[in-house]
T-cell receptor, first 114, second 111 residues
Framework: NAGVTQTPKFQVLKTGQSMTLQCAQDMNHNSMYWYRQDPGMGLRLIYYSASEGTTDKGEVPNGYNVSRLNKREFSLRLESAAPSQTSVYFC?????????????FGEGSRLTVL | QKEVEQDPGPLSVPEGAIVSLNCTYSNSAFQYFMWYRQYSRKGPELLMYTYSSGNKEDGRFTAQVDKSSKYISLFIRDSQPSDSATYLCAMNSGGYQKVTFGTGTKLQVIP
């Protein structure tokens, strides 16, 4: 049972380069999320997808785009990377029951922009 | 001002100590309160959740919520080296609503 799988785990980019972070979940969850985690800032929501075919901006969407390819997959694209986007990126999907939503996270993608 | 405030630590305690981790928040709409544990170079995992005010116990862990004071706590009894991790508080108004996280407190339990 893989849960949430992210690729790549590590990436180094130069300023201005583009890349896509891939995320897939095998738990049949409807909603998926992209967070970034920075020292002293905690987890901040970039984009989320409440269901297949929909995406919405989170707290820090600037410089990113997303695609909800199907129910399983939710990708995050950096069109022109900047040093401020150096961070650890986490994909998550959510399971809800009785009002409580449990986020299941991937292991993270560590991105450095030089 | 952040919606959720959490002391980043680090917090270092001897094995067997009682640990108290805390968060304060400002959004009165929050009803579900969660604690996530994150080991180094791993994604966060849900440890406990509580709904509204009150206490919830699970083994060595107790979560407390005081909505009147907008204050939540996580207590760890008989702390173990394996408890060494970063603990993040999180909260939302329910279901698929956006989950807001604290910055996390790094805990080290020394054998």
């Amino acid at each position: 049972n893989a849960g949430v799988t992210q690729t790549p785990k590590f990436q180094v980019l130069k300023t201005g380069q583009s890349m896509t972070l891939q995320c897939a979940q095998d738990m049949n969850h409807n909603s998926m999320y992209w967070y970034r985690q920075d020292p002293g800032m905690g987890l901040r929501l970039i984009y989320y997808s409440a269901s297949e075919g929909t995406t919405d901006k989170g707290e820090v969407p600037n410089g990113y785009n997303v695609s909800r390819l199907n129910k399983r997959e939710f990708s995050l694209r950096l069109e022109s990377a900047a040093p401020s986007q150096t961070s650890v990126y986490f994909c998550a999907s959510i399971w809800t029951s009785g009002g409580v939503g449990e986020l299941f996270f991937g292991e993270g993608s560590r991105l450095t922009v030089l | 001002q952040k919606e959720v405030e959490q002391d980043p630590g680090p917090l270092s305690v001897p094995e067997g100590a009682i640990v108290s981790l805390n968060c304060t928040y400002s959004n009165s709409a929050f009803q579900y309160f969660m604690w996530y544990r994150q080991y180094s170079r791993k994604g966060p995992e849900l440890l406990m959740y509580t709904y509204s005010s009150g206490n919830k116990e699970d083994g060595r862990f107790t979560a407390q919520v005081d909505k009147s004071s907008k204050y939540i706590s996580l207590f760890i009894r008989d702390s173990q080296p394996s408890d060494s991790a970063t603990y993040l508080c999180a909260m939302n108004s329910g279901g698929y609503q956006k989950v807001t996280f604290g910055t996390g407190t790094k805990l080290q339990v020394i054998p």
